[in-house]
């Protein structure tokens, strides 16, 4: 009975804060800036509740042999802390996720585990398309040439 009245109050507590979930799509432009400049694409599949949310994404960068700049695939699974609801049209969010990342130089690749942290914010443009800023830190395996790697990006976002 002890263990009981805590689960049950947890359990009421769950239900009177939660709302319903809401899902987004995310395609995105940047730049992977280490070490040098080279353009990203990627998208995002995300779903969440009230202020915690779960994404998975998948973002591409190109090789620059002239610069010793490997190309770089990364695949991750991210959570995410954000507004309840977006304050005067932006809705700023904080992410961390785990994964795994490809490197690949000329002829040679590495595939590793990848830790990701960072934020952004989506801003509201008309109706559920939203402009989503992105900034994050990837601390790629022991063997990548460079570590960490950055990433800035730009992406249309379709809430729904």
Do not use: C, W
């Amino acid at each position: 009975m002890r263990l009981f009245r805590p689960a049950l109050l947890a359990v009421v507590l769950l239900a009177l804060t939660s709302s319903y979930a809401r899902a987004d799509a995310t395609l995105f432009l940047g730049a992977n800036t280490t070490p040098t400049n080279r353009p990203v694409v990627g998208g995002a599949l995300g779903f969440g509740l009230l202020i915690v949310a779960f994404e998975f994404e998948y973002s591409s960068s190109s090789e620059d042999g002239k610069n010793g700049a490997p190309a770089l695939k990364v695949g991750s699974g991210n959570a995410l802390l954000q507004t309840p609801v977006a304050i005067a049209g932006f809705q700023p969010y904080a992410t961390a996720g785990v994964g795994v990342f490809r490197e690949r130089l000329g002829g040679s690749t590495e595939t590793n585990a990848a830790a990701n942290l960072g934020g952004g914010v989506k801003i509201a443009l008309a109706g559920p398309i939203r402009l989503r800023l992105d900034y994050r830190v990837f601390k790629l395996g022991a063997d990548a040439r460079y570590s960490p790697s950055h990433r800035l990006y730009a992406g249309l976002n379709l809430h729904f």
